[in-house]
């Protein structure tokens, strides 16, 4: 991608949590990002798919630079960002936004609707008393969370979860960022009430071209929402691929057994067994060498034992990171 | 095939700060020796209060249960505290909790907990019953030598085919699964669905299996009972189902599942479930029901048996409109 | 479903009342409070400290270690109040007339006092107070007690000592002789008992057997006090003011200063309220705050602050308050100060640092940062209005404790020498061997409402407790 139409650009990112190990051992690294790279455009809508300890999350938090990467590139709106200390990162804060998991914990219980929107507003010294009131109103709407005036005295525990969401989106996007992380945006919120607020987000992201990255576990609400899709594993992304083509081509092992894995409510799947892979995703504090998934990949050979394969275009715009796929490109 | 479990107005009610729940509100359906029946619905609509009714683990302020569970044509609510505890709990009927890993002791071995049941409901000596757990945790695809490990030296997978095997090392004919896969990977969700699929057809057991996740019931479910707002909605098998399902509230649910390999419009339930305090008179799901009509709204639906061994709760079919 | 349970003000307030302690604590409080207003106003601060020092004459009336009225109820006897007659009244009972004597410049004063003594025990006290005015030569005074029934004592005439004069009649050696001497020639040959004071003798019904035994009941009836006097020089006068001192006075009696005690108690019930609250509330808040900043920055300034608290904890408190009182005047402010200062590193920095800690971690806290809200605002705004609603109950909980170690400091005489505190009264209670002596009042009492105050916070500490923590409710 030329240099303009690049929003974010991230190099060999690497996130690694320290763990001190008790009062003699030395100090221990949970590599939960563990070299990843792409690019993300404006305007386009990306689901980073994996299990809980793929380092989805904690990619997502380093992006917003809630942590500060222990190595690698960040590059947003072509500055620099990966070490820039906190108190210049204002202008980055204003164009990023977060909508999290826990839609009753990402809300101060004491404050009212009106207030937690209007606090990054007053953050970032935005607008006079009555010109925030009419932008807080604004972003109500928006989320249809209608009437408004009904809704901006509430407090949280009034509402529910679906409501707190529209809240937690409203908040996110107020400040009219460029980037939106939705870190399992509707894991916890029931069945019937995922769809309205993920369509609530499709919507918001597609008309005011918002790049959007969505974490989730949850491969059949990617199709509804992005443009692309990055599988996690073990801290690192597998596979990169536009939706339609990841879902209809899986490459990379572990996405087709991610995908044989997930049933569709269809009679028939009592009758049979899933062809899965055993096992379970590797620590992240001792990897193994080479690919990690080789201990459970049914395609496995030496090489993918002893080394790390690099990431291969398998076909055009298609990414995979598998000693498989070597020589395609 | 026979019915191992028959349940009739099965009605718990709990004691509020704030007034009576109504968890639990006339639940009615039958379970056929070696079957799955799903029991399907969003959080809060009293699919817990039920396994817990079943097996008779209940809170302090219990205000109402009552009801028939007619186990092998007895029913066990007569019996007496004791009596069931001795006679039906983890011995007719036994529970996979849910977050079930976490409902390991941690400071008891694995092999140990496993092993508990046989020795206090068989009075089984210690030696016997931990070779029988090393046994069942063999089935479970676990290696024995995990016996003597402790949970936390266990992966969550592992752990909860630990509490399976736990379940299972009594020979019940019922297991009840309340989300027993949630907090796990799809993969690992994947392995689990197919071991309880093998154990099913080895042992020849019965599942009631709790989930609100409609997708992953068809991975087991023979038949699907919907349950919205403390009561059931809707009985059906599966094939009838999983390709239309009944009550409208299972309709826009089913309309809501996204799916991986059929591409689909998503739908959406505007509303929320009502309070299981005072819940409306009339049909629960009325006030978002977009067929309701006046009926709906004043009185609530008996259960319409629309072929046999399938039942709706809704003024559509009484009156034929469907 | 989650387990939100936070409610706003007006759902915790009606929650809270749903607690029958919480509404005796807030009864009892109201009462209290109540007492304090009343205190404050009726008796102003700078009129408090100057009664209570009770310099000069101020308490002169006042009957010394009288029993609060209350305990008629369980004497079951009328017990006597003091009556106080006085010359210069006009009124029923009192005459005052002037005979000049012809041919000189003298005059005979003829006061004339009536009461009636209806009581079941004899009065404490009975003095005779002199108010002279003359220009050379004090007057020359006769005193007639006229009993019930016309019995008349006379007293040998005496000469005022000074224009202000006093005759403590219920101590004087002489007035003792002459009543004594008097029913010795009346009930010739009898022995009067040693025991036997001149008040029994005066008020008293009168026998042999009486006499003999020492033991005489009072004798009832309208009494007669006769003051002759013989002044001397034109213009010259004579007034008098009779107390016949009695057992009980006022609600709450009086100590051996005469004070009424009811002022202590009633002042003192401001002064616990306002600095157990304030103790409290200082403690509490400079607590929270230095919990917060420790546990929100982490590293060293958590460590210095832990181990500063840790050794804090282990100080022995009243040790350190004795050696400071004995160095520095104390006053109620100083107490306060000190008090606070010792406080605000003890143990609920450590509750309220794992409180924030677990905060801390919440989503909505890592949401700030990432619209970019600086530590300071997340701390002062975010932080800390979520933990407030868990340390007011610690807060109002608090409050007895500080309430006693006032109490106590002023009973070990370390507190401030001049204000009526409970703690006072008790101080002058233990010094003048109130217990010793039979004055159980003085103790009780403020005892009583130590007791009380005490019950009041921790009733409604205890229930708010409840209402906060969830996990303590009962279903």
């Not at chain 1, 709106?77 to 977060?98: A, N, Q, S, V, Y």
């Not at chain 1, 399992?184 to 919507?203: G, Y």
């Not at chain 3, 929650?15 to 207003?37: C, D, Q």
């Not at chain 3, 002596?437 to 009583?448: E, K, M």
Request: glycine residues 8%; neutral net charge.
């Amino acid at each position: 991608m030329s240099e303009d139409k690049v929003l974010l650009r991230v190099e060999n990112l690497k996130m690694w949590h320290t763990m001190r190990r008790g009062l003699f051992g030395g100090v221990v690294y949970v590599r939960a990002v563990d070299g990843v790279t792409f690019d993300l455009a404006p305007g386009e809508a990306v689901s980073v798919v994996g299990e809980s300890g793929s380092g989805k999350t904690t990619l997502g938090k380093t992006i917003l630079r809630l942590h500060e990467p222990t190595d690698g590139k960040m590059i947003f709106k072509g500055r620099d960002i990966t070490h820039t200390p906190e108190k210049e990162l204002m202008w980055f804060k204003r164009e990023t936004g977060l909508v999290q998991q826990d839609p009753y914990g990402a809300m101060p219980s004491f404050m009212t609707v009106y207030r937690i929107l209007e606090e990054p507003l007053i953050v970032h010294k935005i607008g006079t008393k009555e010109e925030r009131a009419e932008m807080i109103f604004k972003a109500l709407e928006e989320v249809r969370m209608t009437p408004v005036e009904e809704f901006a005295f509430k407090y949280p525990h009034m509402l529910s979860g679906g409501q707190l969401q529209r809240v937690a989106i409203a908040r996110a996007l107020i400040l009219k960022p460029s980037l939106v992380v939705a870190d399992e945006p509707v894991s916890m919120l029931d069945a019937s009430v995922r769809v309205e607020i993920l369509t609530l987000m499709r919507e918001l992201q597609e008309k005011r071209g918002i790049s959007f990255i969505y974490i989730t576990h949850d491969l059949s609400t990617t199709r509804y929402f992005s443009e692309w899709i990055f599988i996690m594993y073990a801290g690192h992304i597998v596979e990169r691929a536009p939706t339609k083509t990841l879902l209809k081509n899986p490459l990379h092992p572990y996405t087709r057994a991610l995908l044989a894995a997930i049933p569709d409510p269809d009679p028939e799947n009592r009758k049979k067994f899933r062809e899965v892979p055993p096992g379970e995703p590797p620590s992240l504090i001792n990897p193994p060498p080479g690919c990690r998934f080789a201990p459970r990949c049914p395609y496995a050979f030496e090489r993918c034992r002893h080394e790390e394969p690099p990431e291969f275009e398998a076909e055009p715009g298609h990414y995979v990171k598998c000693w498989l796929y070597v020589g395609v490109k | 095939m026979s019915t191992v479990l028959s349940v009739r107005n099965l009605r718990l009610y709990f004691s509020t700060r704030k007034g009576v729940v109504k968890a639990v509100d006339n639940a009615s359906f039958d379970l056929r020796k070696g079957e799955t029946l799903a029991i399907v619905g969003e959080s809060g609509c009293g699919k817990s209060s039920l396994a817990r009714a079943l097996i008779r683990l209940l809170p302090r302020n219990v205000h109402t249960y009552s009801g028939e569970i007619l186990l092998d044509g007895v029913n066990v609510m007569r019996l007496g505290e004791e009596m069931f505890r001795r006679s039906v709990r983890w011995r007719k009927i036994s529970m996979v909790f849910q977050g079930a890993q976490n409902s390991l002791n941690p400071v008891l071995k694995v092999g140990f907990q496993v092993a508990e049941p046989l020795m206090m409901h068989f009075g089984m000596p210690k030696e016997e019953a931990l070779t029988e757990a090393k046994r069942y945790l063999r089935l479970v695809g676990i290696h024995e030598s995990f016996a003597e490990r402790y949970p936390f030296e266990l992966s969550g997978g592992m752990k909860q085919r630990a509490v399976i095997a736990m379940a299972l090392i009594t020979k019940p004919e019922i297991v009840i699964l309340d989300e027993p896969t949630s907090a796990l990977d799809v993969i690992t969700q994947a392995n689990i669905m197919n071991l309880l699929k093998r154990l099913q057809s080895e042992m020849g057991l019965s599942y009631i299996f709790i989930t609100h996740d409609i997708a992953l019931t068809s991975e087991l479910a023979d038949r699907v009972a919907v349950m919205y707002a403390g009561e059931i909605v809707e009985i059906s098998d599966a094939e009838e189902f999983y390709r239309k399902p009944k009550h409208p509230y299972a309709e826009k649910l089913m309309a809501s599942v996204p799916t991986l390999r059929t591409d689909k419009k998503l739908e959406f339930i505007p509303g929320t479930p009502p309070s299981l305090i005072n819940p409306p008179p009339g049909c629960r799901f009325a006030p978002r029901c977009p067929y309701a009509f006046e009926r709906c709204l004043k009185e609530s639906p008996p259960p319409y048996e629309y072929k046999p061994g399938g039942f709706v709760r809704c003024w559509l079919y009484h009156e034929g409109k469907r | 479903m989650s387990s939100r349970v936070e409610y706003g003000l007006k759902a915790t307030l009606k929650e809270l009342l749903t607690y029958k302690s919480a509404i005796l604590g807030i009864a009892i409080l109201t009462f209290l409070v109540a007492l304090s207003v009343y205190a404050v106003v009726s008796i102003p601060y700078d009129e408090a400290i100057k009664l209570w020092r009770g310099t000069g004459d101020v308490w002169r009336d006042n009957p010394r270690n009288a029993l609060p009225e209350w305990w008629e109820w369980f004497a079951g006897r009328r017990l006597p109040r003091t009556i106080i007659l006085d010359s210069r009244e006009t009124g029923f009972g009192v005459s005052k007339a002037a005979t000049p004597i012809v041919g000189t410049d003298m005059k005979l004063l003829t006061i004339n006092l009536l009461f009636e003594y209806n009581y079941d025990d004899f009065p404490s006290e009975l003095n005779f107070f002199f108010n002279a005015r003359y220009e050379k030569d004090p007057p020359l005074v006769k005193l007639v007690v006229q009993k019930p029934g016309g019995e008349e004592i006379e007293f040998p005439r005496f000469s005022l000592k000074a224009p202000n004069d006093t005759l403590y009649y219920s101590i004087s050696r002489d007035v003792l002789n002459a009543l004594v001497g008097y029913y010795a020639s009346k009930y010739k040959g009898v022995n009067v008992s040693e025991k036997l004071s001149s008040i029994e003798l005066t008020l008293g019904r009168v026998s042999r057997e009486g006499l003999e035994e020492g033991a005489l009941e009072v004798e009832k009836g309208i009494y007669r006090l006769r003051i002759e006097a013989l002044c001397f020089g034109e213009g010259s006068d004579l007034d008098v003011r009779v107390i016949i001192y009695g057992l009980v006075h006022g609600p709450a009696g009086t100590d051996n200063l005469r004070r009424p005690l009811e002022i202590a108690l009633l002042w003192g019930t401001p002064v616990a309220l306002a600095f157990g609250l304030t103790a409290s509330l200082l403690t509490t808040v400079i607590q929270m705050i230095i919990a917060t900043i420790g546990a929100w920055y982490g590293g060293v300034v958590d460590d210095v602050i832990q181990r500063l608290t840790e050794v804090y904890m282990i100080l022995p408190f009243l040790p350190f308050l004795i050696m400071i009182s004995a160095f520095y005047k104390i006053d109620i402010w100083v107490i306060l100060v000190v008090v606070v200062i010792l406080s605000i590193f003890g143990g609920g920095i450590k509750t309220t640092r794992a409180l924030v800690l677990s905060i801390k971690e919440y989503p909505y806290i890592e949401a700030a940062k990432v619209y970019g809200a600086s530590n300071a605002r997340i701390i002062f705004l975010y932080i800390i209005p979520k933990i407030l609603p868990p340390l007011v109950p610690g807060l109002i909980s608090a409050v007895p404790g500080f309430v006693f170690l006032e109490a106590a400091l002023s009973f070990l005489g370390l507190g401030d020498p001049f204000l009526p505190t409970w703690g006072k009264v008790l101080n002058d209670a233990f010094n003048a061997g109130a217990l010793y002596r039979g004055y159980f009042y003085w103790v009780l009492q403020p005892s009583i409402l130590l007791m009380l105050t005490a019950f009041a916070f921790a009733f409604l500490g205890f229930a708010l407790d409840r209402v906060v923590n969830p996990r303590l409710r009962e279903m």
